[in-house]
């Protein structure tokens, strides 16, 4: 009876997250942000490339994102993660943040799902967790106004004027999908760099 408790005991154990698995979250989690950040800025200053960011971030940091939830496989990484984004990319716009922090949730969730062994479902969290993305523009969407005025104060009246051209009805689907296709993207492309790369390697 004893020795079936312990066994449980170390089993609950192998799930928690410990002080290696929090550092290897903290380290893939600030590449993440700082290649995030990269892909963003480079292309803010043209409108376009501004809206299609979810798109672009979602094939660029794929290989990041998985590098971290297979490196850790338990629950955490996306989550620390999905927390350092809303901080980052969403400071004093509390929707965004709330919406940032609910889509990496899902990841882990779906993570979960399969156990932390199942490939596929560590890829597919990645489109769940991609979502964030869209996050940053939940102003535009319900505060139309403010956001226009934050984008003269920074870009300019010309990148407002060129900006509003974009900021459609419907744009939050439109980012969404643009979301979800960049994350698919990103995947196939990760996939195929850690079986490549990492996997040989015994990386992940």
Do not use: W
């Not at 380290?27 to 800025?41: C, S």
């Not at 956001?147 to 010309?158: D, H, K, L, T």
């Not at 994350?183 to 390697?201: D, N």
């Amino acid at each position: 009876m004893a020795k079936k408790e312990l066994t449980t005991d170390a089993r609950q154990d192998e799930k928690k997250m410990r002080t290696k698995d929090l550092i290897y979250a903290g380290a893939f989690g600030a590449i993440y942000i700082v290649l995030m950040l990269i892909v963003v800025l480079a292309t803010s200053a043209i409108p376009i490339l501004y809206i299609v960011a979810p798109f672009t971030v979602g094939v660029v940091c794929a290989t990041v994102y998985e590098l971290c939830v297979l490196k850790v496989r338990k629950f955490g990484p996306a989550l620390i993660l999905g927390v350092l984004f809303a901080l980052v990319a969403c400071s004093g716009n509390i929707l965004g943040m709330v919406f940032a922090v609910a889509a990496a949730l899902l990841a882990e969730l779906i993570i979960l799902a399969g156990r932390y062994r199942s490939k596929k479902l560590f890829l597919l969290s990645f489109l769940a967790f991609n979502l964030n993305m869209v996050c940053p523009y939940t102003m535009l969407y319900f505060h139309r106004d403010e956001f226009m005025a934050r984008s003269v104060s920074f870009y300019g009246q010309g990148f407002a004027d060129e900006l509003a051209k974009y900021a459609v009805n419907g744009l939050a689907f439109l980012q969404i999908g643009l979301a979800l296709v960049g994350a698919a993207v990103g995947v196939l492309i990760a996939s195929k760099l850690i079986k490549k790369h990492f996997e040989k390697a015994n990386i992940v």
